[in-house]
């Protein structure tokens, strides 16, 4: 691995927490608050988001080397999650974990 244990594990850290922040909103927040929040591309986005965080977090702890293309995904997956939750609007929680993990996919990309 070319990049420090400590930055991987703060990526995958970051990933985990954002896979978990997807999933518990979704399944708390919007199924309750409902209307826009579970919206089809809504949902899509945020489950997309969810698996790709766990994917990513997966590819990274298992010590692959392509875990560049996973985490330059995953960053993409974040950017489009964050965007339709702060569209959606009460997402403040969502938008934060989606933002850091995409932050933290990003310099593991690089």
Do not use: W
């Amino acid at each position: 691995m070319h990049h420090g244990n400590h930055d991987m594990q703060a990526c995958i850290d970051a990933c985990l927490t954002c896979y978990r922040t997807c999933h518990t909103m979704m399944m708390g927040h919007c199924v309750e608050t409902g209307g826009a929040h579970v919206a089809p591309d809504h949902v899509r986005i945020m489950t997309a988001c969810a698996e790709m965080c766990r994917a990513s977090a997966h590819i990274m702890i298992t010590g692959s080397p392509l875990h560049a293309h996973s985490c330059r995904a995953c960053a993409e997956f974040c950017d489009a999650c964050a965007a339709d939750c702060e569209r959606v609007g009460d997402m403040e929680d969502c938008v934060a974990a989606c933002r850091r993990c995409a932050e933290e996919c990003r310099k593991m990309a690089a």
